[in-house]
């Protein structure tokens, strides 16, 4: 819950850089675009109105946003990579962050233990987008 509460915060902010509103509307227009229905998550700012314009306007610049979690020897790196419309070419910005093992979301750690896996992604946006 904590890692998708940082990451919304994360993303607003950069957004935030980029469109002219304040980072708590576009964490609360981010949320409601990207349909995250946790109400862990949503409580922690989610009973603020939304602004449906604000969304709309998160819509048009907002190409994808994917979480991906590596296992390396070691900690684990969470890579936030988000990309923006940005005229002809797209703006991609990544933030990396390090998480303990017992930090991490249950499924990474179950695809590394069970099938191996040293990297599990997360499509937060578009929503409907497939896991990878």
Do not use: W
């Not at 994917?66 to 703006?91: C, H, M, Q, S, W």
């Amino acid at each position: 819950m904590h890692h998708k509460q940082d990451v919304y915060r994360r993303v607003a902010g950069r957004m935030a850089q980029l469109l002219p509103a304040p980072p708590a509307a576009l964490r609360i227009a981010l949320m409601r675009l990207c349909e995250e229905d946790d109400p862990r998550v949503l409580s922690s700012g989610g009973e603020e109105p939304v602004d449906e314009t604000l969304v709309d306007r998160l819509r048009e610049a907002l190409i994808a946003l994917t979480v991906t979690f590596e296992y390396i020897e070691g900690p684990y790196v969470r890579v936030v990579e988000l990309v923006v419309r940005n005229g002809d070419k797209p703006a991609v910005y990544r933030n990396k962050t390090y998480a303990d093992g017992l930090d991490v979301p249950h499924r990474v750690t179950e695809a590394r233990i069970m099938a191996g896996e040293t990297e599990t992604r997360f499509t937060v946006y578009p929503p409907t987008a497939a896991e990878v």
